[in-house]
Structure formats: structure tokens, C-alpha cells
């Protein structure tokens, strides 16, 4: 249905998988691990990761059922012409809350750490412009882009917490159960959604010439996003403790700060901000692209360049419709993470009892 | 058509441009290198700022001079009573003529006064601030700060500051500063239940009369090296050594340089250090010792009786530099003796710092991070309140030496009649 | 008095009308259609002419077979008919270019004849001697000629002069006078006999060229010197005596229809895969040009994005190199006129390689690699970063240094962007300088511009010496990329990455970069993704940032699709006592 838009194998597949999701690490999300678990946040993140690998299963049940679609023509195959769309417009609509919400708090940690006399406008309508240009250019291009991208992002991370690593105080991860097992379970299912974004996979199941590569890809993309996380927190406990560190929405930036080697390496934060761009904007184009492919998608359109530039026009204003960061950050762990239940478990869950029950896909493609 | 595309993505572009809004040309800055905290005036801050004067820094020609001697200041000194930090930035901005920054300020030097006042209404300022590095040093002074920032003389380098930083240096050579004294680890030891912040502390000599300080010279246990104190003159008159103890935001006590050694033996934070002890065959002369760190500092807690009881093993390796007595310490028996006598001595030291640590009831030792592990859950953690059982713990440390090597001769100098 | 009389010729109308400029277009009237006109008429004429014999000619010899339909042409049995279309198809007595020279074959009875040829092309030597003196002198020795009676005179008698009188090495018969203006064109030599329909033409090809010189933008230190010329058949030997075997096809076709420049088509058959091959000559043959006279022109017409701002094909004056990229499956277009062949397709990647990679060993191609990457990274960024931190993030310069960057810009009047600006016109203008200038006093210029020019620009305080450093860094860096082209587009991203960091920092450059990679992610040479082996991730990662041991180099590129992977054996060094067992050999065993 969709023109041409490459393939996607499996190395490229998890590697946007896990560039989409770990670029929340740059953000509050963290901080709300923290806040749940106290000194056992790793704990949480833990549990996270393992349900975020759960919630991936209708999705990739879904695609084994369906090789070779994408969610728009699954949905319309499973449920029909009349509910199918309305499905596919559901979780269009989610991912472009989420991306959304991603440009506005990226904006607002930009503005608060490295730019603070800049207005957000500027700096979004930049960012929107590089995720039109590159989600124009298809998923391909975004996906070999982040693979040349990702070493530097990671890297650059990962040296940030090595460098921390002489000021980690062991202790301050004690007392090990935390709040106690209950909140750390319950927190670390409640913020599985923080890997709802993952059903973008599904979103442009097309570009999978395989429906294993879609589980895999999803799979590992999210267990590594998931070791990221367990790593931060634990570094971000380790070092500022969890009172400081429940409270800190820029966590890598803060851990930049710390950076002390010397008199002529210090104040490094500049550079991490750098790549904390970078993943920013893969993130936003992943996500402008799958938004845009399923709505195109949910809409009937053959095409989705189109849709591009309005929704990027569009992206702008709705970024800045939140009054202050903490209540896009709020909206975001209130409303939007929980939705994400919906789109990444609840629809494709749907979707594939609705095509059990009226008998499509599966076995008719394997006969 | 094409014209047309191109022609508006240059407007959105030009639209871009008219920001550069927060370009700032470097020389259009005035950097403070240093902050000076003091009371002021009805519940104010009383703050001091050095600005950098960049073309005598930046030593070109003739920098000379360094941070005293009259007319040829490196620095700038301005001191103002403000409600904040902020607020004094404000004001020098106003007088200033250049757009004042704290994204090189190094240090940030708190008068004793302030501290023991716990008056530090400045603290959330410098976390929450983006301009101010977390790493900036956090130094208590014996004077007031806007005294200390404008007599302190560097002797070796032009910028105080970086005279500042090579100080604390001192730490990994000589184990007299504590292991770091930052704004990040000051404000982290608040927010643990678990330790209390000790901070650097700083001090200026008398005036330059001659006159050595009152500090004690002797033996480990005897001397008492206070920063302000230490008995020598000539060189710069700054003298950082030992650390400010706070209990909170409160400033309880002063522990010395020689103190600082135990302390750092008790955190597992020693690297090493050239200590002088006294003779156990020759109480009149020294044995001189550069002591390293041997096996990690093991600790047992046991939280289950009224009071902690704390029982710690420190090992430690030597090496002999000088023997004033003659001794031979190569022969086995006589080795093990002077082994044991200088454990005897460290115990002692050690004895003494946690007496006082306990006197002023505020455990700066962080002896606590051992407890943690013992309980559960945070709720539980936070039930048994160990900052406030700390004064009353148990506390037991045996000290093993071990001499490694003997310096580049086994016996000392033979003395013909 | 003079005075007076240029005043009269200026007011004297009819002298100012008739001193018009010179001018093609003649303003505001059409083009003189007529002379135009009878141009192409009789041109058309000849053409059509030409036609028409042939198709009579074709009639007539249609039951005759198959060989009888190829060797039909438009030639007439008269001599001088033929001469006198061929002086009227060059244009003749006008263009001195053609020569015509007219004599008699010494055969019994003398037959008339003419040889051909296109002065300066041909090698006169060879015409003498090889073409003039054995059917002027030696055709009467004791051949039999006029004998066979029965077989007509005119195809006896080119046969027999193809057979036996003509010592040329390659002689060729031509049947109509469009390829007997090709061959002449080409240098070879004609020959018109009275009573013949076929032309005999005979190679006397020696075009003026300069002879096998050194490379000189990609020179290598340790290596071979050798480079390509103008001559494309001397190019094409150059790389065939690299590669000895029969596989190695050169494919020659003709480009531009004025120009007909030959382009050859280079490839191992069995290698390189027929897709690409095709693929290459549908491209070229796709060109209706005028003209086409150097390969860089080739390359615009078959490129797959124009506008990009990297070369999407490699072209090399090494043969060395070209046999190289032969042996792992490329394509090589060499361009008659052209010391450049175009090679295709290629990845990013393969522009930052020289030939001395693997001329030296391994650690050291490696870091030569290495050192590349670095250059192209400092050339791309370097000014960039210096003013995103200069501006926006003057936190992470070390004090000292930030304080010293501060005192020498207290004097200068100019933002720091200007500044660089300038500097970075003031090297360019050296580099320019340097390029045109004659060799020898070339680094002269350069060492002299760059000493005093910097220096004296610190004294006046225009610059700040921080940044002549960066601007130096930065011109060293792109002298370091070993392929022109790319310097060229490195520079443009360069200045584009300037502008971002100008404006919005360390945010901007972020910005930029991102922008890049996905511009060169989408980018493809020939079908082969611009940025692969790296992304997408083809097979192992050797060959790109390390530069692998030969012996270890089993297999050829993945992303080429070759149709012979496997260019060595598993193990080559297998008498070295470290090297592993071959498989094989444990299962025999």
C-alpha cells in the first residue's frame, strides 16, 4: 500500500527500537523509576523492561499472522473497514500525542540547560523541520542514519557513566528492597508504557520482509533499552541518592555535570546536550513517520508524504499548548504513558482475537 | 514553483536568524572565578565576588605580579550585601559593564560565621542553577570571606583559583583534606541519612611577622596542625588543610590536618601519606613513614542491641624513609615491634577523632553507609534513625601495619666514634 | 583638426551606421533561416542519397543471403563519385584536415585508387611505408592479379588487396561512406579503389598524446607512479597489464553525436554482476549529446543524484586503483580525452581510501584510516565547534584558556564568526593562489601567505591567534581528504554547520549533523546504499575503519552482489605454522 520505502532487517530494527526508546532515558523518565523504587529504582526498571517485553507480544503474534503489513491494512483485514481504521486512528493519534509531547519536553530541557535565553519556538520548529526532512526521506534513511548515529549517542552516554563511576556510592543504593516488593512491582508494571512507543514496529510492520524480525527487533531493542535504563538509574542513585535523584528530570545531564577529570576536562555537559539532541530527533522522526504512515493508513491514502508537513505544522502549536513543563510532564505520565496501554497491548490485542475469531490471515496465507 | 519553495524556506530561515539570542561574544563576559559568602546586614548575605581580569590571567606579558602586590591585581574584588546570589549578580551587572557570569567560578568560600550559623540561604541557588558548576569547591574560612579573598596570596601561579585547585591536591599525597569538597557531595551528604558533610577549611597565617604559628610540631597523635596555625612562615599565606565538620547545615567543629588522616582511614578514602611517629626504642627521636593503603577497610555492624557496635579493621602498608635513632627495623623482631607501635599510634589517633565526631554528635565519618545494608526497606532504614544513635555507638578498630620496604639502604648510618 | 573630424564622424549618420559591432544574435532579426536552410538541405541531400543507393543496393542483394545483406553499403563502383561525396561530407576544399591522396595500384593493368586520411591523427610513417609503398611498388611482384576474371573485378580485387597486398596489421572492409568518415575520424587510413564497393581501412591510429605521466592528486608515497593519460586505449592497456586474464572485458561504446567520444566500459565478466553492467550501459547509452569530452562530464549525465553534495562515483587517475576496484566487481568507464576513469559504484566509505592503504602493512593502513576519518571530521566540524563554544558554551573551555581567548579578543573589533569568516577567505584565496600558480613557485606563495599574512594579522589585532589555529587545523585537515571532490562538498556542509552553530550552538550543530546523515543515508551510488558497509550493515565491518590483513580479505564486498564471492582461499598463509588448520582437513583426516 505504502510507496517503496526500504527494507528494514533486524540489526536496523533494533537499533531504531532502541534509539526510540532510550532517548527517554535523557529525559524525566528516570526520575519517575527513582521516585517509585527509591534506592532500589534499579529493581523497577527491571520489572519495566520485562513488561515492556510482555506488552510486545500481541504485537508480534499480530505480525506473525500478518506478514508483510503494516497495522493499517492488519486492522482493516481483522476488523473490518468500518472499526479497523478507526483502530489504526487511535494509535495514529497516540503516537503523535507522544511525539508531541517528546518535542515539547525536549525543547523545555533544552531551554533549561543549555540555551535558557532562546524562546521554544525557534527551537521548535528547527527540530520539527530535521524530523519532516528525514521522515520524508523514509524510514530507511532514518533507521542507517540513527545506525551511524547510535555509537556516537550511546558512547557518549556510556562515558558519562564510567566517568561517574569513582563518585558512585554503593551505599546509597541501600537499604535493597526499597519502598518494599509491592510499590517496585506495581511501579515497574505501571511504567512498562514508558516502551509503548515500541508499537511503531507494528506501525510499519511492511518494511519487515519477516514477521520474526519484527518480534526480534522488538525483543532485543527493548531489552537493550531496558539495560539502559537499569544502568542510569543505577548510576543516577549511586551518585545523587534517591531523594535528589527523585527529583531530577535531567538525569545524564546532571551526571555530565559532575564531570571532573582534571582542570582541562569539566563542565562537559555541552556535549552530552549534543547527543541528547541527536536522540531527540530520531525520536521525534520515528515517531512523526509512524503517525503519519497510519494515519495515511487509517485515512485509505496511498501515500503518506502528504500528511507530512501538516503534521508537522501541527506538531509546533500542540507542543507549545501545555502552560509549563511540569504539566507537560505531568500529561505525560498521567494520561499519555497510561494510554499507551492501550496502543501498544489493548488494540493489537483486539486485533488479533478479532481476526482468531473471524478466521483471517494465518492460515489462509499458509495454504 | 521551485523558486517559491526555496524562496520560503529562506523566510523561515531568516525567521531563525534574528535570535541568536544567546550568543554572547567570550570578551563581552566578566568571569567570577570565586564567591565569597559573609552576613550582612539585617539577615542579608554579605557577598564577595573575584572577577577575572583577563589580560593579567591570561599571563601575556609580564602577568608578574599574581594575586597580591597592590595595583597589578589579577582579580577584581566586589563585595555587596544582596538577598541572593542572583541579586548580587544583578546589582554587579549594573557596575560592572559587562555581563557577569558564574560559569568559571571555581570555589566558593563560606565564612565560619555563616556556617556555624547554619545560615546558608545560598545552598538551592547553587544547585538550581545552570550557570554554577556542581563541581565548584565548597570551602569554609576561619576570616570572613571578603577578607580572605582579597589577602590571600598565590605564590607559584598568577590565579588564585587555580592555586585553590592544586591544593586540594593534597589529598591524594599527603591525606590532609578530605577526599572532595564540592558543592554536589555537600549537598548529597544532607540529603543521606546516613553521614554528615565535612568540608574543606581554610584559614590565612598571622600576618607576616616573623612569627611561626602556634600549631604544634611532634609525633602522629601529638601534633595538632589547625589550618591558620601551622607553625612555618614565609610563602603564600593560605593555609587549607583539615576540614569543617556540620551536623545539617550547622558547622559543629574544626578537625586538623592530622586528624584528617584517621578520617580518611575510617572512609576507605586514604591513598597515602608521609607521617612521622615516634620512636618506640627512642622517645626523643622520630620514625619517619610513607604509609599506603593496604587490603579495603572491613567493617562489621551489628543494629540488633540499644547502642551500634561497630567493629573495623584497617590495614596498612609502609615504608620506612628515616630513622633519626639508629635502630636497625630490618631485623625481624625489632620490625614487628615498631609495626605494632605505629598501629598503636594510628589506633589512638582514631580513638580520639571519633570521640570528638561523636562529642559534637554528628557522624562526618559516615560511618552509618555501613548500617544501610543491614535493613530492608527504606521505611525500616528510616525507623531507626542512625544519626541520632550515632553519639552512643560502639565503636572498635584494630589497625594493622605492615612494613614493606626499607627505603634504598636496610640499616641506618653507622656512626664511628 | 583631428579633433574636429572624429566630431564629424560622430555627427555624420551614415558612417555611425556602419560601424556595427560584431554580433551573432543581430538584434531583434531572425535567424538568416535561408542560409541555414540550403546548409541542411544539402546535407539532407546527401543523406538521403546515400539512403537510397543503399536501400537499392539492399533490394538488389536481399536473395542473395545473409552475408551479401551485411556487406551492402552505399559505396559507388566509381572512384572519383566516392571522392567527391567524401569531399562533400567533409567539406572539403574549406577543411584542410582531410587529405586525399590519389595514385594507382601497381597491378596489371594499374588500377586508380585513393588513400585517405585525417592529417595529425594518422601516423604518416605507416601510411609510407606500410600502405603507399606495397600498392604503389611491390603489387606487380608475381601476384596474378586480374586472373580470375569470372569473379567480378570489384570484390576480387579489395580481397585480394586485404589478402596479399596490404601488410597493415588490421585492415578492416567498409561498405558506406558513414563509417568510412567514422574510421577516418578515428585516424585510421582509407583506401578508395576504382571499380570497388568496399573501402579498406587501415589502422594508422596515433592521435597526439602525451605519454604515461604520475598521478598528481593522488599521489601515494609508497606504490606505483604511473597514471592515466589522455589516450583512452593506453588507459585501457594500463589496466589490462594489471589484470592478465581473458575475463576482462572492455566494452567500447560511442558518446555524443558531434564528439563521438569513445567510452569504454571496463569489467571481469564472471565478477562483476550483469546487472550493474547493463545497468552502466543503459545509462551511457541513454546520453543524446552534443558533446561529451572528458570523463567528469560523463559522470553528470549517469551520476544518480545530481544534486548531492558528494560525488556519487569515484574517479581515479590511478590504474592501479582501477584495477582494484575491477577485481571486486565494479565497473570502470574510461573516457577517451580523459585521464579519469569513473568507477561505479562506490560507497562513502571507499572515497576516504587511498591505494597505499594497502600497499603498507597493516597496522599502519589502519592508522593511516584513521587518520583520514579524523581529517574529514576536523574539516567538517572544527570552525563549527570552536564558535558554538566561543558563543553559546563557554563553561566547558578550560579557565586558563578561556581567559587568554578572552584577552586577545578584547582588541579585536570584529565577532568572532567574522573573524573566521575572514581568515577562511584568506585561505582560500591561498589555496587558490597556490593551485594556479606555477609549480615552482607555488609553496612559496603558500608558506609566505600563511607566515606573514597570519602573523601580521595577530599583530593588528583582526584576528585572534586561537583562531588561526582553527582555521589553520581546519585547511591542514581538508588537505588530508584524498579526494578532491569531497574536500569540495566537505567544505560546502563545512560552512553550512558554521551557520547552525552561529545560530543556535552546540543545538545547531546537532541539528546539521543529523540533517547530513540522513541526506547521505538516502543517498545511493548505482544501487548500492551510499553509507553501506556501515549502515546498512553488510556482513562484517572490515574494510572500512581497519584495514584488514590481505591474507584475511577472503571475500569480496557483499553489498556488491558479486557473482563470485570468495576472492582467495580460506587460508592463504598455510605454511605458516600459526595459522589455523583448513577445515577440510580434519574432516579427511
Redesign the interface.
Known sequence: MQPYDGHI?V??GVILVFALLSAMLFLQYPQFLVEVG??AGWQVALIMTLGAMLLLVPASALARRFPGMGLAEISREAAGSVVGPLLTLLVSLWLFASCVLTLRSFTET?I????????PS??M???A??AL??SY??L??????T???LPLIAGGSLLVLLFSLPRL?V??L???????GVPTLMGGLYYSSMAADVVVILAVGYAFRDPGHLRTSGMVGTLLFGLGAIAVVFVLVG??????ASQNPFPLY?LA??I?LG??L???E??I???W??AA??RI?VLLHASAVTLSGALGLPQYRPLLFPLAVLLIPLALLPQDFLTSLRIDRDVIRPLGFVAVLAIPLLLWLLALLRRKGGKRHAT | MRHKRLAALLLLLSLLLTGCWNKVEIEENAYVLAIGVDEGEKGLHRITVAMAKPDKLAGKEGGGGGGGDGDEKSIVLSTLDAPSLTGAISMLNGFTGRNVTLQHAKAIFISEEVARAGNMKILDELIRSREIRQTIFFVVTRENAADFLDKMKATLTNNPMRYIEELTYNYRRNAMLPASSQVNTFVSQLDVNYAQPLTYYAALAAEDDGEPGEGKAGGEAEATYDAGDLPRTGGSNVEMVGGAAFRGRKMVGVLSADELRPYLLLQDAFRQAFVTYKDPHDPGSFVSVQLSRGRPFSVTVDVTGPRPRIRGRVSLEAKLIGVQSGVDYSEPALQAELEESIAKQIETSIYELVKRTQEWGSDVIGLGRHAVPLFNTVEAWEAYDWLKKYPDADIDVEVLVTLRRFGLTLSPLEENQ | MSIWQSLKRLLDPSRSLVNQPFSLGNRGEKPASEELGTEMLSDARLRTENLLTRIDRLVEAAPQGKEALEKTGDLSDDLEQNLKRLKELFRLPENKDLVIREFAVATQPPTPAAVCFMEGLTDKGIINDNILQPLMLLSHLDHHVGDGGENGPSSFSTDMVLKRLLPGNQSTPLYDLASVADSLLSGDSVLLFAGSRVAVAVETKSPPSRSVGTPETERVIWGPHDAFTEAFRVNAALVRRRLKDPRVVTEILTVGEVSKTFVGVMYIDTIATPKLVAEVKRRIQAIKVDVVNSSSVLDQYIEDNPNSILPGTLMTERPDRTAAYLSEGHVAILVDTSPHAIICPITFWSLLQTSEDYYLRYPLGTILRWIRLTAIILSLSLPALYIAIIYYHQEMIPTELMLFIASTREMVPMPAVAELLLMDIVFELIREAGTRIPNVIGPTVGLVASLVLGQAAVEAKIVSPVMILVVAVTGLASFAIPNYLVGFGVRIMRFFLLALATVMGFYGVALGIFLLLVLLAAERSFGVPYLTPLAPARGKLVDLLLRPPLYRMEERPGYMHTLNRQRQKEIVRSWDPMAPAPKSDEKGG
Not at chain 1, 533549561?112 to 524562546?119: A, K, R, S, Y
Not at chain 1, 530507511?140 to 542514519?145: D, F, G, N, Q, T
Open positions: 532487517g540489526q536496523e527509591g534506592p533544552f533549561t540547560t543549555i540555551l535558557p535565553d532562546t524562546p525557534p527551537l520548529i528547527s527540530a523541520l530535521c526532512f528525514a526521506k523514509g530507511e534513511s532514518i533507521a542507517r542514519a545506525q551511524i548515529l556510592d551505599s546509597l541501600y537499604p535493597f528492597w526499597g519502598h518494599g551518585i545523587f541518592g534517591a531523594p535528589i546532571n555535570r559532575l571532573y582542570r582541562f569539566q563542565r562537559t555541552s556535549v546536550v549534543m547527543f539532541v541527536l530527533l530520531v522522526s
